[in-house]
């Protein structure tokens, strides 16, 4: 590697650090499991069986089940009520129970119309189990082994299912709310299936965990069918470091993290471009609503996301490459379309300000709508991708956001633990944006987004369809009619310095602590409050003071000089006022850096007389700010490594501390005498010295003056 190259990457990483909060405090409260490696991808996605099942669970109270079943089709009804009488006979009373008799793959349990709460599972640990040595995740649970989790199966879960293969669990109700399994806020997991090749769930209600209510770990094949989660600290479903999955009519609401989490799915298309030959995790039918975020993914790889709904969330989707153990990052290859992203605008930060989320998880209210996020983003977005590559968006219906349809932000190698020098900007490149209907709803109405991009600009490869409202930057690279083709390619090591600025501002959320950052939209902060305000009326009054007092110092009687400082003066102004316009498409941080690129300038060309090298100084630092103006508004420069933004920022450090070196210096007005002081001494007169009045020889004598009385001309005044 070039030391040039060498010199970038050691400037982008320690720019990077910037963005570090982003990563490195949600990270303390991301999923935290057990090492696990991906399975062999020799399953297959599992068959729905519909003959009679093998084994049945039930609760005994005929009157509540006559109850539940009261409004069933006749059909369904009467064949719940041959399974009742059979299950009275010889079935089960919980599902824990049934599972622990399972004995050979390719069973079905089937569970009729009632409440699960599983009172055997619920108690806390006792004995050998209440004294398990393990490690303990940040959110301080442990983090236990695969041999722990069989030894004490209800440490963390309500339902535990470990190495049962070809398991079918389905719900014989008419709808999923007909049978209900319900943690009470015990429990991690409500349902863990932990190394369960081929598990099929169906027709079912999870609820209520400090967790996750449906976990799926290790599995190659499983299915996840008309299944309902909700009300959980983290996550509705979790799916993690699995192969050959499906979901299908789920849905999901009220949950602290996502509804929806494919993490570390199977990495099965690393190394390859657009084109690959499956993928490992299908999510289709299903609507995650009311949450945090709709789907999220750290590592979700090779997921194909089509013909869902994700709405009324914080944000509809997030892929990411953020928290460090999992496996299967960089985030790669996730594809999504014809899905409808719309109207994530909740913001459930309040609840963690004021104390509710502090309280414990039964006394929240999550089931009357109380959601407590458990990790820092930015609400009112419709996609979201942290640091991911080679995801394709095409064909999504994306309307009603109040901040943005599309969010992209690298996320560098050293967050997730890996220090390679050429793993550092391995993120965000080749991320597909096209063929989406932008704020518009199927039926045609008008629901606009308030913007359609945010990107910080870094990486390659990336591209937009041309019809996005972008506002920054302004002309985005454009996605060609075939996959890979790009126009306007820009490759950039790092993004934008201000953005930059505000993720790290951003991401200095912690739930527990309920420390919600100041400084951050996120957060509710408006107006001057804003990070990216702050800092543009920072640097311009920071700017207008040292250019008003150069101009009044060396210039002021330059025309050409004051013309130039009073376009400054409005520049700096626009910059202020566009900080403040950050996610609403306009010309005006555009202008106002156009305005200040022509004060540098002109002001550069009028110090030349005096100042040839500062001037000279003062028109690059102008012309790199003409340039950021194009970069932003026009097209983004291509084959430079930074954006113009950065080198302006360097340049104008230096250009301040100049200017005012050049502004306090004192200037020599001419040949006039310095006026003596009264205070000092006369000096004694050498005898020797040659007398300074003296005429010198060969010079003419002066003519002696005129008397004071006399006139210039001879005779005396009248």
Known sequence: MSWSRRIVLALTVVLAA????????????????????????????PKLRTGEPDLLVCKTDRAAFESRISRFPAPLKARNRTLHERCLRDGYRHLQQAVDAVDRPGLTIAILPGLYEEEPSLPPP??????LKAPT???????LSYEQQRQCPHNQNLVAILGKKDLQIEGTGASRLDVVIDAKYQ??????????DGIYFRNFTAQRTTFNSLYVLAADGFVIDDVLTRWNDEYGFLTFASDHGLYKNCESHGNGDSGIYPGSASDINDGRGYDVPRYSIEITGCRSHHNMVGYSGTAGDSVWVHDNEFDHNMGGASMDSAFPGHPG????????????????????????????????????????????????????????????NWNLYEDNWVYGHQRTAFYLNAVPAFIRGESAWGKQ???????????NHLGVDKAGNARPNRSDVWWDGQGSGNCWQTDTGAASPGALPGCGARRGDVTGNADRLIGEPVKLAQLLVCADYNVQARRLPAGCDWYGARGIQRVETQLALGTSLLLALVGLALWWRRLRGSRLAGAATLIGLVGLA????????????TAVPALALLLTGLWWTLIGLALRPSRPVFAWTTVALGALTLLDAFDKAVLMVPGI????AWLRLLLGVIWVLWAVTAAGTRTRTGTQPPTPNPQTPARTPDPDAPDPDAPTPDAPTPAPAPHPGSHPHGGTPA
């Not at 303390?28 to 057990?34: D, K, L, N, S, V």
């Not at 995740?137 to 983090?143: A, N, P, V, W």
């Not at 991690?188 to 369960?196: E, F, I, P, Q, V």
């Not at 202020?576 to 609403?584: E, F, K, R």
């Open 329 to 388: 990052l960089p985030q790669n290859h996730a594809r999504f379309e014809r899905n409808l992203i719309h109207d994530n605008n909740q913001n459930y930060y309040p609840y963690v300000a004021d104390g509710t989320c502090a309280k414990p998880p039964v006394e929240r209210g999550y089931e009357q709508g109380v959601v407590c996020p458990q990790i820092s983003m930015p609400p009112g977005t419709g996609i979201i991708t942290a640091g991911g």
């Open 641 to 644: 490594p930074l954006s113009p």
């Open 187 to 196: 429990k991690l997991n409500a349902l863990r299936a932990d190394g369960t």
């Open 137 to 143: 995740s940040s959110l301080g649970y442990q983090i």
């Open 126 to 131: 006792t004995g050998a189990c209440a004294t």
């Open 18 to 45: 910037l963005a570090a909060a982003l990563l490195t405090a949600p990270g303390a409260q991301a999923h935290e499991e057990r090492p696990v490696t991906f399975p062999d991808g020799t399953g297959t996605v």
């Open 425 to 435: 900007t391995d993120t965000s490149h080749h991320n597909r944006y096209a063929r």
């Open 574 to 585: 626009l910059d202020v006022a566009g900080s403040t316009l950050a996610l609403t498409p």
